[in-house]
């Protein structure tokens, strides 16, 4: 054997002795699963049960509004296809992120409206976190409160799943910390003032307090990459869809609590 | 600006009703930067009136202290049937309103 050889075999043992678990981590639901709001203190739960004082039920007004306005070159709505969105468009917000027939990256809620909104009514593009999508994204999802995520992990879902787990395990940053270690490991225990949640997805869009007003699952993501100091990444990118599809894995039968309101 | 507003439709006369109003607003305070460390100029509410069937009932006179959204609960006595007309402006001179009716029975 020659030395070259024998220095890529001992650099594959070590690797192997170093990183176990690092060709495959376990995709594992934490137990008992628990919704973020049950790690939120009492006034932020009297806030996001009450259907008027949420403030974040003023985007899903929006959302219905929007719903029924006219707009692109051909002057249709979503109203004028899909009718009324308490019938059409319940349980419909479960089932996101998805995977199109032949398409090779994740569509979630946000992508879908953008999408519907470009090719079918032919308007001007929503931006990511711009006021409109956040209001129809909240007014969609919000017509599936109460129901439980059910996302299609399949043959052809199965990648962008595991490109998802694989994220949601990596170490990143200047922190050096994936997000398992946080909400998987540590769940529960304090993190200065605050308890860590699970972080599930489930009550997105939400209104955040700290933030004043309604954001995306994206945008919590990007805040989480702000406190682990890691590279930035724009919403929507699909390394966001993927982790996106295994958040939606992860939090099983938690019930959709849009919009849910947190600290 | 999206704004709600949550009262009963109907009330017997002189009955006391509770009456509440929540406003899409952002209620800069003046203090805060944006990423490039320039100023965000003040820009709340700082004016909301209710008139109940054109007289005014509530009035409500906002500052930097209230946070975004504001909502606001107040009560009023039922004596006619008519409507409650909610009127305001934030500091850029941008105007709101929005109404509901109520029915006053006996």
Redesign the interface.
């Known amino acids: 054997m020659t030395p070259r050889i024998l220095a890529g075999l001992f650099l594959a043992a070590w690797l192997g002795a170093m990183f176990p678990n690092a060709a495959a981590q376990q995709a594992v639901r934490p137990q008992p699963l628990k919704s973020g709001i049950e790690f939120a203190g009492a006034e932020v739960r009297a806030l996001q049960q009450d259907d008027?004082?949420n403030?974040g039920?003023?985007?899903v007004?929006?959302g219905e509004?929007l719903w029924r306005e006219p707009a692109g070159t051909e002057s249709q709505s979503c109203a004028s296809c899909h009718g009324d969105a308490k019938a059409s468009m319940a349980g419909v917000a479960t089932r996101y992120p998805l995977l199109d027939p032949g398409a090779t990256r994740l569509v979630n809620l946000e992508g879908r409206i953008m999408q519907c909104r470009e090719q079918r009514q032919h308007a001007a593009p929503l931006k990511y976190e711009s006021e409109e999508l956040l209001a129809l994204t909240a007014y969609v999802r919000h017509q599936s409160r109460g129901m439980p995520v059910k996302v299609v992990i399949d043959g052809q879902s199965r990648s962008h799943f595991e490109a998802g787990r694989d994220l949601y395990y990596r170490r990143m940053g200047q922190m050096n910390l994936s997000c398992a270690q946080c909400h998987q490991q540590n769940w529960g225990k304090k993190l200065g003032p605050e308890i860590i949640s699970q972080g599930h997805g489930n009550a997105y869009p939400i209104y955040r307090l700290e933030w004043?007003?309604v954001g995306s699952l994206h945008r919590r993501f990007r805040s989480c990459l702000s406190g682990v100091r890691a590279e930035m990444l724009p919403q929507g990118v699909p390394e966001f869809l993927d982790l996106e599809l295994y958040l939606a894995w992860r939090s099983g039968d938690l019930p959709i609590e849009t919009p849910g309101v947190r600290r | 600006m999206?704004?709600?507003i949550?009262m009963p439709k109907q009330a017997t006369r002189g009955q006391v009703v509770e009456i509440?109003i929540?406003?899409?607003h952002?209620?800069e305070t003046g203090f805060r930067r944006d990423d490039g460390g320039r100023e965000i100029p003040k820009n709340v509410i700082n004016k909301l009136i209710c008139r109940y069937n054109g007289v005014e009932v509530f009035r409500a006179e906002m500052g930097s202290g209230v946070?975004?959204?504001p909502?606001l609960d107040f009560f009023v006595v039922a004596d006619a049937s008519g409507e409650l007309v909610f009127d305001w402006v934030d500091d850029n001179g941008m105007t709101g309103s929005e109404r509901a009716p109520i029915v006053v029975t006996g």
């Open positions: 008027f004082a403030p039920m003023l985007w007004a929006r509004k004043q007003t | 999206t704004a709600r949550q509440r929540a406003i899409q952002p209620m946070a975004a959204n909502y």
